[in-house]
């Protein structure tokens, strides 16, 4: 896919290096003032928390080392299997998974505590302004202290628990660390803590920006321990750890905490008739997993957040047959048969494996042997999941469900063979076989994959201008695209597209070491820019030119009328 081209041409940098002082004594000096702050909440340091200043490949290695510390090689090849089944973007190796978490996971700021080296490990070279960094090491030198009373490896099961034990320690710690920071930021601002607002609150604190699944992740892990902290003090955060939920379901919908209990997740015994030698890694994924899958196979969030909701139980297997393929075995069970109905949907669109929906269960299963298949689905009609539904939890999950559907209601999607993005007054025509996805928080509209390079369709609104106009919006672009020696200029002019005038662009050239050609449509809606970019490889152009034509002509901008 591109990379937004039009945000590299309109953006201007926001980014310098950091002062070699404030990668060494700086830090320092503002580690041991906010250890100290974090003392008077009860945060205890025997000896102060090492700092270790590292390369950005010192750094990247650590990110990636940390990966390894917590999680077993067998949980990564069953993600990676279950991912690339899934149709997720997990890369094309396993390597490529680890690196990808490694990023998401501890990448994504300045540093974060390491258990192991019982240190702060941080890239000497990345930006953070005085507030941020010190937001950022109230938050790690928290778990440093949490590290110090019980261990944060303990908390988040390593080596031994499941994907779901995984989830809710992650979002007690997360939780933990940001009303560490929150409460610093409140104590210097001459602000109670304890009058914090959650919902007025917006972003989790971070020096750099979240992707949506992790900003999710550590909101509601605030918004749990705000609560906690709140009623019951800083004592009340740290009895979360030994009072915690039974399901990431819990914690993530307050009517279902403590209430609704995951049902046990029955698999058949696999006999030797099957051809399989071995159960190879065994798991519960959960609600939070199962979210988190459905965004990486390219689901809206409001749309992959509605169809994890309902989840009641799973089980997760990856099998190894006698002559060395691999299976994997999911059993997902829910509160109703609409939640199977919505799953089994969610999943029926990018899966690569047999999806069955019967009742209140879901069976997915993959196999590199294609003839196992149905033996595996035969087996596990074999031990059907007895339906036991529950009038609370069946409430409590069209409650969760309702809370959700206003994000719904706008979130983009393809309707009646058109590519809707109701929050942007857009509607355009989908050319047969193009598909919607979308990828770190950014909708796209795919065509077959023909070269290398996925031609695609992205729309993207800019931050609003209350001076910008059609015609200062097209210089300021064609300024931008003749700066680019390599790029030529087919078109550029004003046109009116339902009753409003907008601007059109079309270049080609070299663009991140490939050809391709861009088609570009710009309109104002209050005061914001909404970029529509179409972009196709060269090798692709004379089969794209007519589907992005049209497109483009079909396109309609303005509230549907009913």
């Known amino acids: 896919m591109n990379s937004l081209l039009l945000r590299i041409v309109c953006a201007t940098s926001c980014c310098a290096p950091l002062a070699a002082q404030a990668a060494s004594t700086d830090i320092e000096t503002r580690a041991r003032a906010v250890e100290a702050e974090l003392a008077k909440f009860g945060f205890e340091f ?7 200043a590292l390369s950005p490949g010192d750094f990247t290695a650590a990110c990636e080392a940390r990966v390894a510390e917590l999680l077993p090689s067998k949980w990564i090849d069953a993600q990676h299997y279950l ?6 973007e997990a890369g094309n190796s396993v390597a490529a998974l680890k690196v990808q978490l490694a990023r998401k996971w501890f990448g994504h700021g300045v540093g974060f ?10 890239d000497a070279s990345r930006v953070a302004d005085a507030q941020d960094l010190e937001l950022q090491l109230a938050r790690e030198l928290s778990c440093a202290a949490h590290d110090a009373r019980s261990s944060i490896d303990g908390v988040l099961g390593k080596g031994a628990a499941t994907t779901e034990a995984l989830s809710i320690g992650w979002m007690l710690l997360a939780g933990e660390a940001q009303v560490a920071a929150l409460a610093v930021r409140e104590t210097r601002a001459g602000r109670d803590i304890g009058a914090v607002d959650a919902t007025a609150l917006g972003d989790p604190l971070t020096a750099q920006p979240l992707d949506a699944f992790t900003r999710f992740v550590h909101t509601i892990g605030r918004d749990t321990q705000l609560a906690r902290l709140q009623h019951s003090g800083w ?14 379901e819990q914690m993530l919908h ?13 698999l058949p015994q696999w006999n030797a008739e099957l051809g399989l030698e071995a159960v190879v890694f065994e798991d519960t994924l959960g609600e939070l997993a199962l979210h988190a899958l459905l965004l990486d196979a390219g689901l809206e969030p409001a749309v992959a957040r509605v169809a994890s909701i309902g989840w009641e139980g799973d089980r997760l297997q990856l099998l190894r047959a006698k002559t060395g ?3 994997l075995v999911w059993r997902v069970l829910f509160d109703r048969p609409d939640d199977v109905k919505q799953f089994a949907s969610a999943l029926g669109g990018k899966s690569l494996g047999q999806i069955v929906g019967r009742g209140y269960c879901v069976d997915f299963v993959r196999s590199d042997l294609a003839a196992l298949v149905p033996k595996l689905i035969v087996a596990l009609n074999g031990v059907k999941p007895a339906p ?6 069946q409430k409590s999950t069209a409650e969760a469900e309702a809370v959700t559907q206003p994000a719904l209601d706008m979130t983009p999607r393809v309707e009646n063979g058109l590519w809707l993005h109701p929050a942007l007054e857009l509607a355009l025509p989908v050319p047969e076989q193009w598909t919607a996805e979308t990828h770190d928080e950014q909708p796209y509209l795919f065509a077959p994959q023909i070269d290398k390079f996925r031609d695609n369709i992205a729309v993207v609104e800019l931050p609003r201008e209350s001076e ?8 300021r672009h064609l300024a931008g695209i003749k700066k680019r020696a390599a790029w030529t200029i087919d078109a550029a002019e004003t046109r009116a597209v339902s009753g409003r005038e907008v601007v059109y662009l079309r270049y080609h050239g070299k663009m991140e070491k490939h050809e391709r050609y861009t088609t570009v449509l710009i309109y104002l809606l209050d005061a914001r820019p909404i970029v529509v970019t179409a972009t196709a490889a060269t090798g692709t152009w004379e089969v794209r030119r007519a589907q992005i034509d049209a497109m483009f002509n079909g396109l309609r901008i303005g509230r549907p009328t009913k």
């Open 83 to 88: 991912r690339q089944a899934l149709g997720a």
């Open 113 to 122: 505590y390491r258990p192991t080296s019982k240190s702060f490990v941080f």
């Open 468 to 475: 910008a106009t059609i015609a200062t919006l097209l210089e």
């Open 254 to 266: 307050a009517s279902k905490l403590f209430r609704d209990t995951p049902k046990q997740v029955v």
């Open 325 to 327: 393929e691999l299976a």
């Open 46 to 52: 025997a000896t102060p928390t090492k700092l270790e």
């Open 235 to 248: 004592k009340g955060v740290r009895a979360s750890f030994a009072e915690a939920p039974v399901s990431s």
């Open 388 to 393: 036991t539904p529950n009038e609370e939890d």
